[in-house]
């Protein structure tokens, strides 16, 4: 699941087709090999190679109506439920996204309890996801890396 999440298209073409780097994480990307879609390390770029691809000739990921297929580490397999989303199916999507959310409960030896409580969503899009303050407390934050969610510092945010 890594290596799932936003990714925006850059401007070199990769084999004739559009190419995108993941936010947060210019390792990954998602480029056309010519036979398909791929998602995978920025080092195979343009490569029949990734954890993640797709079998079809289409000019954009999203335009697809096949099945993605995800590396196990001895094949792939079906993933019926994975899609690819952009425009307003993407803007629908992150519409969906919380006015405010509230990080509760207990943490082991109350390590970092005082980062918990409610946060505000914030207009601002963070490594293309959604992101959020802390109520009362506008220097702490909620954002995606791209790798995952993390509470710190305003002038973390972003960072893994």
Known sequence: ANQLGVFFKRDELVNGFPSYT???????MLWHSGQGW???AAADLGQERG????VDGCLR???SRRTWRV???AAFVDAPGLR???GDALAAE???AAPQIALVGPTPQNLQANQLGVFFKRDELVNGFPSYTKAGDDSAMLWHSGQGWHVGAAADLGQE
Do not use: N, Q, R, T
Request: proline share 4%; glycine share 12%; net charge negative.
């Open 22 to 28: 993941k936010a947060g994480d210019d390792s990954a």
């Open 38 to 40: 791929h998602v995978g």
């Open 51 to 54: 954890w993640v691809s797709l």
């Open 61 to 63: 990921p999203e335009a």
């Open 71 to 73: 590396a196990d580490g």
């Open 84 to 86: 690819c989303l952009a």
């Open 94 to 96: 992150m519409a969906k």
